[in-house]
């Protein structure tokens, strides 16, 4: 028995053990959620072997726990820095507890600088600081703000139900357009356009000032970030768009999914400061267009200002947590000197084939 | 604590930091539920303070953490490398 590191073969069995614990049923769709580990935590290019997904080999029972991880290139104020993304955790609740501890304290001796995964559950968090990590609470705190209040409504009591997908339009677009006139989002100055990876990473690297530590994205890995949404639980359709100024002046960019009168999530927002009112504005007019009901994401200190002034309320979401020996790592991060955003954790990396009807669907998306 | 024999360590470590009383030294902590997760990081954390080591992460068996002879055999093996 001992935490060894992920290896192909072991994903038939990291596949079955993660649907048996989340309750799901993969029967024709195992290929698909194996391929999809693979793509994350061993193929891809955010996959890294120097900080690498671990598996708990029980001898007899084979695999019983595992950690997906994924790595991302920081620039920091002294230099490179290697960021971990602790993805899904599980473990067999059938050979006894603790191994899922053991697995994150493995994990966060890596090799990386520091640490982090912001789909946490309570159990986890506490476990998280019992190995000497820490909450991200800013990160730890939802937001949302209101396009439609009647679908938002009816969509609320609907996923009481377990109806998951958005109300039909008809009435409730109506009263949408009638009831929400005031929260409809001002119409934005400047342009948008589709979001050229390249020209991300080059705004990234002028951002030094706002951002001492920062995604420093290497060749691919921003685009395959893109890429791989549509294969994930994210819901709706996955936009990046770059923000120009009127003068044509770069200034920002947001990521997010969106549905028709559904939650549109937004997974990275990325802006100096003094260019964050107008990139927000870009962001909620554009689901506003697609005709989301409400935009949600996560609190992020550079997003707060404008937050506040643009009629945003708080939600309750799930625990973002970080991780370092270096304490003025720790201390600079906490307190809002690095860019972290949903697109660098792990709450975009979830299994993708519950959100489709089979393995048929994905392929043929793919 | 001051014992120098380890089970007694051990058994005063679990009483003092997780309060959890133990009946004999075989008894299966994780199967009888008396030891969850969490409880895991803490005896983890606890045994490196208390013993004076850290735990070799390449070799860390669930098992080794299932009793109090379990985990006295453990922190013996540890000690070999930093002696108690």
Known sequence: MSIRTLQHEDLPAAARLCARVEGWDIAGREAALVDYFADIALDGPLADPAVPSLVYDDGN??????????????????????????????????????????????????????????NATDEVMVMWKALGGSVNTTASVGWTRLLGPASVAIGFARRRRGVYEPPALGLIGTVDRVVGGPLRPQRPTGTIEPLDPGTAVELLMGMRRHFPIRPAYGDGQLRWLLDRLDGSLVRG??????????????????????????????LQVVAAPADCDVVIDHLFAHAAEIGAAEVRGRLEPHLFPSLRERRHTTVRTDWS???????????????????????????????????????????ARS | MSSSDPAARVRALLREALQIEVDRDDQDLLEEGLLDSLGLVSLITELEREFGFELALDTLDIDDFRSVERIVARVASESEAAPL
């Open chain 1, 61 to 118: 029972r084979g695999i019983t726990g595992f950690i997906l991880s994924q790595s991302r290139p920081f620039s920091g104020p002294d230099g490179p820095l290697k960021m971990a993304c602790s993805g899904p955790l599980v473990a067999d609740p059938d050979a006894g507890r603790g191994i899922g501890a053991l697995l994150l304290k493995r994990y966060l001796a890596g090799a990386q600088d520091f640490t982090v995964t912001d």
């Open chain 1, 321 to 363: 947590l970080v991780a370092a020996r270096d304490g003025a790592l720790l201390g600079s991060i906490l307190g809002g000197g690095a860019l972290l955003t949903r697109l660098d954790g792990e709450w975009w990396m979830q299994p993708p084939y519950v959100a489709l009807p089979d393995s048929r669907a994905r392929s």
């Open chain 1, 237 to 266: 359709e996955v936009v990046a768009r770059l923000v120009r100024a009127p003068g044509g002046r770069a200034l920002g960019w947001y990521v997010m999914s969106a549905a028709p009168r559904g939650v549109a999530q937004a």
